[in-house]
């Protein structure tokens, strides 16, 4: 089967396509073929070395897909050759074919499509443990979405107009300020200038927002200016660089909460891949959450993929179709 690997790590030109032998059937697996991949910062990560890898070369990257079972092993209940699945959370999926333990297959409704399905689950599931887990969102309350045209940002702006929230946007240009409105934004603003009193001056009264959600990291410390008294931050990525050190005085000076969020912490059972995947499909049905596709790349053109992805000038979700 063609499969992306890399032997060893560094830019993307380590990446090129190659046949590998195909997986076969194991108990309490399936064996799926892939009609789109989604590619995500972690594999970027992976790539670079940044991630410990378990086994030798080649490293296959991948977490996230959609597609048709192939095969099903022994003590496979519920699951048939055939099926259309998706899933989040299975590794080397930047191939043709993936095995895949069957716990982590979400069923696929028929009226939802394969590149769909890879460009929401990974990002839509995470924007969804956010503002249910993390921070339980209430409607009237003023959040702060950094990085609001990436993938996780366009879907995090969306649910928090779900919920009734009004939602201030930080982006890193015009074109990407503009696609943070179009997601519902209330407003959008560049990280220029003393963004975190521009901020508090969007909050009701200038108290500052209920809740910022932290995807870059070395924003932290401004975060916190951000929020009000007895405000939360959430932080759930390093995009721009690792935060630095926090001192919990400044949490108890102001009564702040700072949470970290990590969405395998969530999925813990396959009723949890099922049931949250369920609503971001039905809000997808309904016409409530818009799924953005920045890119697609053949799989054969992966090492393209990844450089657009990291050149930042990506907004939405890429995909790689086998």
Known sequence: ??????????????????????????????????????????????????????????????????????????????????????FADVPRANAELVLAPADKLIPLPDDVGFETAAALLLQGLTAQ?????????????????????????LLLTQIGKLKGARVLALVSSESKR?????????????????????????SRGGAGVDVAYDSVGSTLPRSFDAARTGGRVVF????????????PRL????????????????????????????????????GRLRVRVAAKFPLAEGAAAHAFLESRRSIGKVLLIP
């Not at 190659?18 to 972690?42: C, E, Q, T, Y």
Request: glycine share 14%.
């Open 251 to 286: 949490l108890m000076d102001r009564s702040l909460t700072l949470t970290g969020g990590d969405l395998w912490n969530v999925l813990r059972t396959r009723e949890d891949r099922v049931s949250r995947a369920a609503e971001l499909f039905g809000w997808v049905r309904e």
């Open 1 to 86: 089967m063609k499969t992306l690997c890399f032997d060893g790590f560094g830019g993307p030109e380590v990446l090129a396509l190659r046949d590998l032998p195909a997986p076969a059937p194991s108990s309490g697996h399936a064996v799926v073929r892939l009609k789109a991949i989604g590619l995500n910062f972690a594999d970027v990560y992976r790539r670079k070395g940044n991630y410990r890898l378990d086994g030798k070369p080649p490293y296959v990257a991948g977490y996230e897909g959609a597609g048709v079972i192939e095969s099903v092993g022994g003590g496979v209940a519920g699951l048939k050759p055939g099926d259309r699945v998706a």
């Open 178 to 202: 503009a696609a943070a409105v179009e997601a519902g934004a209330d407003s959008a603003l560049l990280y220029v200038g003393d963004w975190a009193r521009t901020v508090r001056e969007f």
């Open 129 to 153: 443990y956010l503002t249910r887990d993390s921070h339980p969102l209430k409607a009237g309350e003023d959040m702060l979405v950094h990085a609001a045209a990436g993938g996780v940002g």
């Open 236 to 247: 759930y990525g390093m995009a721009g660089g690792d935060p630095a050190p926090v001192d």
